[in-house]
């Protein structure tokens, strides 16, 4: 009998989708909606007691916000595009985005 091995791997991905389509809202529970976009978890919203919280797809908080649709507005408005910036600017870490200098002499 043979056995056959296959390796597995692990990748993160960074898809993005375009702002033209819209999260999609579920009702998780009581106190949590859940976005997605395209199928793919987009963040969610929790309320508190005291206020809705807004976390991203990963995890990051986003703000806390009086009203559920001002909530539901804030996360809708984080996938936004950013505008007319460098496409690579978010992936890059802040040092290698600075302008080179030149050496004094």
């Known amino acids: 009998m043979r056995v056959r091995h ?9 898809t993005t989708f375009p702002p033209s389509d819209p999260l ?29 919280l807004v976390r991203d797809n990963h995890g990051t908080e986003l703000g806390s916000f009086d ?7 804030a996360l809708e408005d984080a996938h936004e595009p950013a505008g007319r910036g460098s496409v690579f600017a978010p992936m890059l870490p802040r040092a290698w985005r600075r302008r080179t200098r030149r050496a004094r002499a």
Not at 39 to 52: I, M, S
Not at 67 to 73: E, Q
């Open 6 to 14: 296959t390796a597995m791997s692990t990748t993160m991905s960074t």
């Open 67 to 73: 009203s559920l649709d001002d909530a539901f507005h």
């Open 24 to 52: 999609t809202w579920k009702q998780a529970d009581d106190d949590v909606h859940v976005a997605t976009r395209a199928g793919e978890f987009a963040g969610f919203v929790e309320f508190d007691g005291t206020a809705h």
